[in-house]
């Protein structure tokens, strides 16, 4: 609305006025106006939300109609649901319980079934029990008449019969208690015997020594037959000389380029025979030049008898032993006993006597010089009457030789009872040695007898089929017959036949009887 043009005379303050009052009402036309619109459309606000709540709440009524019907559908089906569940249960439950029922009706009938078998057992141990006490009333019965009986024959009563009872007790148990002494005893024993061979078998395993037997006869080669005219000589001259200064039976016999020379004094036949080979190379034979070279051969074993002497020291591991005694060793090269030399012997039983020594603790320097010593007597046993034992006892005690050695030499074959540890192990250690087989030489008709009667003794049991002696008779191997001996019976055979080869027999160490059995399944494809 455009405002009237208002005339200039009039006063500007007037028409401020006019125009403040002209705002004023047009304002308030326009506030009323305003209220007027907003209440109409309050009002038409207000229809509209009416409506749609009614709507709204129609549409709620309707779906919590549908939703009422949808739950009480689905609150019946969980109810039938739930029900058949519930049925089956019951039905198994139902079904569980006739089974329990029936399981415990079977109990009951077989508890009833097992009572009136035990009420029978009760009734028929009932009946034996007064049968037991009747028959242990009519035992005392007879126990005391029996008693009464013994009083009067015995004359002893009871009282007597209990102190003879004690007593014959009390010898039983002394007689127990001896039985087990000896037991222990032989128990211990055994242990020491046990001990024992365990260390000779490593003595014997740790000392090596040959198996060749020496002769007391020599032979000497020679170039051609005509020589033995010439030893023999004019009327038998040079033979005599020889014979004479050696102290040696010269055999000439019929024996092709050889001579043999005979004595029992190994000595005097290794001089005969070193001075007999160099007159042969010499070619130069009459009593003079026998003389001479029979005096070089001498003086050449005595050299030959101080060196093996000191060998046989050195390699024993003794010092301090007279230079007499040395000799004396060193004469044992050349002494036998059963084909067996003496100083390899000795030295044998030195090794074997030390090693033991060793192991039981005890000092192998002492047992090793007696062991050395110990044949030292048959060095002499030619020129001296007497046992070897006798003269080795002698000459050990001039030569100032300790007690220990002396007396292990003279009970090392048991003349005398060997007093300490050391004259035991050369005991041992000369057994050792003489009793290896192939160590001592023996007559060969005796040899094979034994061996004969050996297998004539193992075959005389039942069972034998064949049995062979071997290891120079230090061994029998026996086959038996698999349908007579079982295995069980071969362990008391070789027993039987060990005490009889033991009990007929005389044999020199031990002899390994050795049982084979064999079984055997033959059969041929055709």
Do not use: W
Not at 337 to 361: D, P
Request: proline share 2%.
């Amino acid at each position: 609305m455009k405002e009237e043009e208002v005339p200039a005379d009039l006063d500007p303050v007037l028409v401020v006025i006019i125009g403040v009052a002209c705002a004023a009402v047009a304002g308030a036309i326009a506030f009323f106006a305003g209220i007027r619109y907003r209440k109409k459309k309050a009002e038409f606000s207000i229809g509209s939300a009416e409506e749609e709540a009614k709507r709204i709440v129609g549409d709620a009524i309707k779906t919590a109609e549908a939703k009422k019907k949808e739950a009480v559908l689905e609150g019946k089906d969980e109810i039938h649901r739930l029900r058949d569940e519930s049925e089956r249960e019951l039905n198994d439950r139902r079904r569980e319980v006739q089974r329990q029922e029936r399981r415990i009706q079977q109990k009951e009938e077989t508890l009833d079934k097992k009572l009136e078998g035990l009420e029978a057992k009760d009734e028929a141990l009932a009946n034996k029990v007064k049968q037991a006490e009747e028959r242990l009333n009519e035992a005392e019965a007879v126990k005391k008449s029996q008693f009464e009986m013994l009083e009067r024959i015995s004359g002893f009563t009871s009282d007597q019969a209990k102190d003879y009872l004690l007593q014959k007790l009390e010898n039983e148990l002394a007689h127990e208690k001896a039985v087990k002494m000896m037991e222990f005893e032989q128990q211990t024993r055994d242990d020491a015997e046990k001990t024992a061979r365990e260390i000779i078998s490593m003595a014997i395993q740790r000392c090596a020594a040959d198996h060749v037997a020496e002769a007391t006869i020599s032979v000497v080669p020679l170039p051609n037959d005509e020589m033995k005219g010439r030893i023999i000589g004019r009327e038998g001259r040079n033979i005599r000389a020889i014979e004479t200064m050696t102290g040696v039976d010269l055999i000439i016999d019929d024996t092709p380029e050889a001579i043999t020379l005979s004595c029992f004094e190994p000595v005097r036949r290794e001089v005969a025979r070193i001075a007999l080979e160099r007159l042969i190379s010499d070619g130069r034979i009459h009593p003079a030049r026998i003389e001479e070279t029979i005096d070089k051969a001498r003086r050449e074993v005595e050299a030959t008898i101080k060196q093996e002497g000191e060998r046989a020291v050195i390699e024993a591991g003794v010092n301090g032993i007279h230079p007499e005694l040395v000799k004396l060793l060193g004469r044992l090269r050349y002494r036998t006993s059963y084909g067996q030399n003496v100083l390899n012997h000795s030295l044998e039983v030195a090794y074997l006597a030390g090693i033991m020594a060793s192991e039981l603790g005890l000092d192998p320097t002492t047992a090793r010089r007696a062991g050395l010593l110990h044949d030292i007597g048959k060095a002499l046993d030619h020129e001296i009457e007497g046992s070897h034992v006798d003269i080795g006892v002698d000459v050990a005690r001039k030569y100032k030789e300790s007690e220990t050695v002396i007396h292990a030499i003279q009970a090392h074959h048991g003349d005398v009872e060997a007093r300490t540890v050391i004259a035991c192990l050369v005991q041992a250690a000369d057994a050792i040695s003489a009793a290896r087989p192939g160590a001592r030489r023996e007559n060969l008709e005796n040899y094979i007898k034994r061996l004969e009667k050996l297998e004539e003794v193992a075959s005389s049991f039942e069972g034998v089929e064949r049995c062979f002696a071997i290891q120079a008779g230090r061994e029998i191997r026996i086959m038996v017959k698999p349908d007579v001996i079982t295995d069980d019976k071969m362990i008391l055979l070789a027993k039987d036949i060990c005490k009889k080869i033991e009990n007929d027999l005389e044999y020199p160490g031990q002899i390994k009887v050795n049982i084979i059995r064999e079984s055997r399944a033959i059969e041929y494809a055709k």
